[in-house]
């Protein structure tokens, strides 16, 4: 079993939609979470980082945990074809501090 | 200044040549990281830095050598490097090993 698990995708969801990325980790021991956006050819770019169970907002990014469920999820709302790229999530695993990466998501945003 | 630079952005090379890709942050990290990236993959960590120690080593094999001359500068040291070593080398720092990793623009490496 993979430490941080997501679905490769592609995501298609129609500009201004909501779009939903999810992560699952297998570290119970977990307490920090980051999402990235990477685009084709770029460096990944830090999104958000959640350390507590609930939501955490920001613009149009809300990052939500559930550490019961081991579960860390990316909600984008009015997606614009501008969002379309690859998210990663990352969380630490192996009881490392150091977060591992899932392989990402790819999100296509269409006009 | 949030940003993490990196040289060269583009590097060729041959298998027999010797040559440097460089880092450098101003943030006052502690933590800095070299990983390698192929396409459609995510990140594979090589090789932590944390307080200018070398903390972490995946198993990289040697043509590949890390140093960390200060606090804010990374080099990574390659030689003899082998064409499936071409990819994206990516360096990151953070203020702490648990902490968001802000990562540099990327070398494209290609071995011929």
């Known amino acids: 079993q993979k430490e941080v698990e997501q679905n490769s995708g592609p995501l298609s969801v129609p500009e201004g939609a909501i779009a939903s990325l999810n992560c699952t980790y297998s570290?119970?021991?977990?307490?920090?979470f980051f999402w990235y956006r990477q685009y084709s050819g770029k460096s990944p770019e830090l999104i958000m980082s959640?350390?507590?169970?609930g939501d955490k907002e920001d613009g149009r990014f809300t990052a939500q945990l559930n550490k019961a469920s081991q579960y860390v999820s990316l909600l984008i709302r009015d997606s614009q074809p501008s969002d379309s790229a690859t998210y990663l999530c990352a969380a630490p695993s192996g009881g490392s501090y150091i977060p591992t990466f899932g392989r990402g998501t790819s999100l296509i945003v269409h006009p | 200044d949030t940003e993490v630079t990196q040289t060269p952005k583009h590097l060729v090379m041959g298998m027999t040549n010797k040559k440097s890709l460089k880092c450098e942050q101003h943030?006052?990290?502690?933590?800095m990281y070299w990983y390698k990236q192929k396409a459609k993959k995510p990140p594979e960590l090589m090789f932590v830095y944390s307080y200018e120690k070398l903390s972490i080593n995946e198993s990289v094999p040697s043509r590949f050598s890390p140093e960390c001359p200060n606090s804010s500068l990374l080099n990574l040291h390659l030689h003899a490097l082998q064409p499936e070593d071409s990819a994206l080398y990516l360096c990151?720092?953070?203020?702490?090993?648990?902490?968001?990793?802000?990562f540099g623009p990327g070398t494209r490496l290609t071995v011929l």
């Open positions: 943030m006052g990290h502690r933590a």
């Open positions: 570290d119970r021991g977990s307490q920090s």
């Open positions: 990151a720092s953070s203020q702490g090993l648990d902490n968001e990793q802000f």
């Open positions: 959640i350390y507590s169970n």
